[in-house]
């Protein structure tokens, strides 16, 4: 396994493979792996010959007051990981390759990324819509895998590739969960004892709302009061819960099309994101 740490030898890297006729596949992260991370490799090799894994804790995705100095890093425990998982490369560059002292080009995406998360993020997505773009042009995939836990990013980022035709194929990993049904994150290691078991109630109350909407409750706002309830009751905070349409995160009163039922909610100091969808 390459450790890459600049631009021009991740090129370089990925031109000679393509020349060689390998598939190139990209799990684009900011480390601190977890099996949510390596289920994404995994699938990553269904479709390609080798996988690059970035890790980059990208300064542009967080607001002034969020943890960007604090967010976990462990870069020996992530190459062990990455070893385990057959990775091809790592692409692990600092900031200041990665931004020039007097960067000034953005990647904005106007729609889808709006709402939701960008409600109390209002910089995050075009943080990540950029990186991205400039990951893309670094690594130089043919497959890039982004995870469903991250719903509106997976979608802004699809709509991103379609919209500035980059020739790479996005492809969804699914949520991976601990075995009491937290959806894995590596912001789960900021979590108390006692907040890591309140947070349970984030994927209890989406799972109540599968039950509830297989039972035939189609009211958006029932559903969402439902969600409330549990967070709220659970010491919770809730940012945002939403219940919106797939594609294009629309909102609706009644639940007659395949929907995304998002949350964000603190524990402690701690925002976890978790959703589900429902009429898939
Ligand atoms: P991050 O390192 O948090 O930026 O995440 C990197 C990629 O891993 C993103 O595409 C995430 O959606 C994905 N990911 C994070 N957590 C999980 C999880 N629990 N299950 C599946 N994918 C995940």
Known sequence: MQIIRTIREMQDYS??????????????????????????VDSCYERADLVVVSIFVNPTQFGPNEDLDAYPR???????????????????????????SNYSTWVTEDNLSKGLCA??????FRGVTTVVAKLFNA?????????????????VIRRMVRDLNFPIEII?????????????????????????????????????VVNLYKQGELRVTELKKVIFDEIVANNGKVDY??????????????????????VAAYFGNTRLIDNVLLGE
């Open 241 to 262: 819960i939403e219940i919106v349409t797939c594609d294009s995160l629309e909102d609706l009163a009644i639940v007659n099309e395949p929907v995304l039922v998002a």
């Open 119 to 124: 409600r109390t993020r209002p910089t995050h």
């Open 15 to 40: 031109r000679k493979a393509r020349l060689n006729g390998l598939k190139i596949g990209f799990v684009p992260t900011m480390g601190f792996l977890h099996a949510g991370h390596m289920s994404l």
């Open 74 to 100: 462990d870069i020996e425990r992530d190459e062990a990981l990455c070893r385990e998982h057959k990775v091809s490369a790592i692409f692990y560059p600092t900031p200041e390759i990665m931004y020039a």
């Open 139 to 155: 690594v130089l995939p043919d497959v890039a895998v982004f995870g469903q836990k991250d719903a509106q990013q997976l979608l």
């Open 172 to 208: 969804a990993g699914p949520i991976v969960r601990e075995d009491d049904g937290l959806a894995m994150s590596s912001r789960n290691k900021y979590l108390s004892r006692e907040e890591r078991k309140d947070a349970l109630a984030i994927n209890r109350s989406l799972n109540s």
